[in-house]
């Protein structure tokens, strides 16, 4: 069964509803046609028992007229074989019949199929058959009276023995083949349209087995246009449309991610490409200054030697501060870090951070603007995340600020969560820049251009580890501005 496709299945399964919904209609035409034939035989033949009773005496004073007896069974089976008289006393006892030996299989027969033949109820009414242990047929009745009292019943089989033999051949020459000929049309046609509906009802949903088989054949061009298929706008729909519109809104679903994915496998190339660039240059650099040491050591003086020493601690520590970053950006995307929440004042925080940057700022004549909101409730997060993120972009607006400029940094309080706003009067953001500037860092090196780095990215996730996101958010005046909220 698991072999054949739907469709064969539901043929399958209608070729057999039909062909036993005919089978029960034909053995059901038999019966009725068989009951009708013997109601109609037992009205016709109701007031023979009573007619016979009338031209016959039976009853004498002495009891049973077995002349009479004699002469009523020999005349009976001569004019119609196919009755079997029998004569029943008061009890429903058989005191005689004309049946060969050996042929009665029960000596009495039940009197209230009797009673409701005399009662006049509805043909056909089946009485007890006097040769068969358990059968029943139509019959005829009379009661036979003597002084006004009924001492007996005379019983009459309208369908014996002998007519049981003839009447099925008869049936089967006649009725059955009849019967047999209507179901084989009745099937024949039924098998026709229903084969025909079957694929009519069938026709979409095998339309969208090919589509499907066609998906894994077809790779992402094949799903891209499934994809692109309309959906349908009827809100009243059958099943296979939703089954449609489910494998359409999937493809969908598949195309997005598969897009997704494949931008993230382009951000991923460019974060290899920057990084390694980023590596590549204070590398180099320390590199050249260490090989110079190495070979012009005896021609080169101490101030000479302590410098390039100098500068080569600073590349590698340029080397060193680059990979710490990743090592934590990279443990920050994997869910390594978790934030270990408690209530704190951002304002106290933020005097701690300022504080860090005292001697830069002191150096570049800049200045630093704290306006904090009075009142302003505590927060939920972690502290050192929320530390680490003021402290990457206030160093970021700092290094991307000209001399004698001004950060600022502003705390209010919106809803149920604390804004943050830190913005610089530096050269800005890029238009080009400005789409990737959280999830890359990039190699543009072009003096007095602002691009973003692993700082940002850092920023963004400890932010998004807090249900937040940072923003870049357009100024009218020179520089950058980064917001961001946080719960109370």
């Known amino acids: 069964m698991r072999k054949f496709t739907l469709s064969q299945r539901l043929t399958l399964v209608f070729a057999l509803l039909l062909i036993t919904s005919c089978s029960l209609l034909g053995w059901l035409q038999i019966r009725t046609s068989s009951q009708y034939s013997q109601a109609v035989i037992q009205q016709l033949s109701g007031s023979l028992a009573e007619h016979i009773n009338q031209s016959y005496p039976l009853l004498g004073q002495d009891g049973l007229n077995n002349d009479s007896v004699r002469s009523l069974f020999d005349h009976l089976m001569t004019?119609?074989?196919?009755?079997?008289?029998?004569?029943?006393?008061?009890?429903?006892?058989?005191?005689?019949?004309?049946?060969?030996?050996?042929?009665?299989?029960?000596?009495?027969?039940?009197?209230?199929?009797?009673?409701?033949?005399?009662?006049?109820?509805?043909?056909?009414?089946?009485?007890?058959?006097?040769?068969?242990?358990?059968?029943?047929?139509?019959?005829?009745?009379?009661?036979?009276?003597?002084?006004?009292?009924?001492?007996?019943?005379?019983?009459?089989?309208?369908?014996?023995?002998?007519?049981?033999?003839?009447?099925?051949?008869?049936?089967?020459?006649?009725?059955?083949?009849?019967?047999?000929?209507?179901?084989?049309?009745?099937?024949?046609?039924?098998?026709?349209?229903?084969?025909?509906?079957?694929?009519?009802?069938?026709?979409?949903?095998?339309?969208?087995?090919?589509?499907?088989?066609?998906?894994?054949?077809?790779?992402?061009?094949?799903?891209?246009?499934?994809?692109?298929?309309?959906?349908?706008?009827?809100?009243?729909?059958?099943?296979?449309?939703?089954?449609?519109?489910?494998?359409?809104?999937?493809?969908?679903?598949?195309?997005?991610?598969?897009?997704?994915?494949?931008?993230?496998?382009?951000?991923?190339?460019?974060?290899?490409?920057?990084?390694?660039?980023?590596?590549?240059?204070?590398?180099?650099?320390?590199?050249?200054?260490?090989?110079?040491?190495?070979?012009?050591?005896?021609?080169?003086?101490?101030?000479?030697?302590?410098?390039?020493?100098?500068?080569?601690?600073?590349?590698?520590?340029?080397?060193?501060?680059?990979?710490?970053?990743l090592f934590e950006l990279a443990r920050l995307e994997y869910g390594v870090v978790k934030p270990q929440k408690e209530h704190f004042c951002l304002g106290e925080l933020l005097q701690d951070v300022f504080q860090k940057f005292e001697l830069m700022t002191q150096t570049r004549q800049l200045q630093l603007l704290a306006d904090i909101q009075p009142g302003l409730p505590a927060i939920y997060a972690d502290l050192g995340m929320i530390e680490r993120v003021l402290t990457n972009l206030l160093d970021n607006a700092i290094r991307h600020t000209p001399e004698q400029g001004t950060v600022a940094v502003r705390l209010w309080k919106e809803g149920e969560k604390v804004m943050v706003q830190i913005s610089d009067n530096g050269p800005g953001i890029p238009e080009e820049l400005k789409e990737g500037l959280f999830v890359r860092p990039s190699i543009v090196s072009q003096p007095h251009v602002r691009v973003g780095g692993l700082g940002l990215m850092i920023v963004r996730q400890m932010l998004q580890l807090h249900g937040s996101d940072i923003a870049l958010v357009e100024k009218p005046e020179s520089g950058a501005c980064f917001r961001f909220a946080l719960p109370i």
Do not use: C
């Open 79 to 325: 004019v119609n074989p196919s009755v079997e008289v029998y004569l029943l006393d008061q009890k429903g006892n058989i005191i005689g019949d004309a049946a060969p030996p050996n042929h009665i299989k029960r000596h009495h027969v039940d009197l209230e199929p009797i009673q409701a033949a005399l009662d006049k109820q509805p043909f056909p009414v089946y009485g007890d058959d006097p040769r068969s242990p358990d059968a029943k047929k139509v019959f005829s009745v009379a009661p036979m009276m003597q002084n006004g009292e009924v001492k007996g019943y005379l019983y009459i089989i309208l369908l014996g023995e002998n007519y049981n033999v003839l009447a099925s051949d008869a049936r089967f020459n006649t009725i059955s083949k009849v019967v047999l000929l209507t179901i084989s049309l009745i099937a024949l046609l039924g098998l026709i349209v229903g084969g025909l509906a079957f694929r009519w009802i069938t026709r979409p949903l095998r339309s969208l087995s090919h589509q499907v088989n066609a998906l894994e054949t077809g790779g992402m061009a094949e799903m891209q246009a499934m994809a692109a298929l309309p959906l349908e706008k009827t809100q009243h729909h059958d099943e296979i449309s939703q089954l449609r519109q489910g494998v359409i809104t999937m493809a969908r679903r598949i195309s997005e991610q598969w897009h997704r994915l494949s931008q993230q496998d382009q951000l991923r190339r460019e974060f290899i490409a920057n990084i390694s660039h980023d590596l590549r240059t204070p590398l180099t650099s320390m590199h050249g200054y260490l090989e110079s040491l190495s070979v012009m050591s005896a021609t080169l003086s101490e101030a000479e030697k302590k410098r390039y020493l100098e500068i080569a601690l600073a590349q590698s520590q340029k080397v060193r501060t680059l990979a710490q970053s």
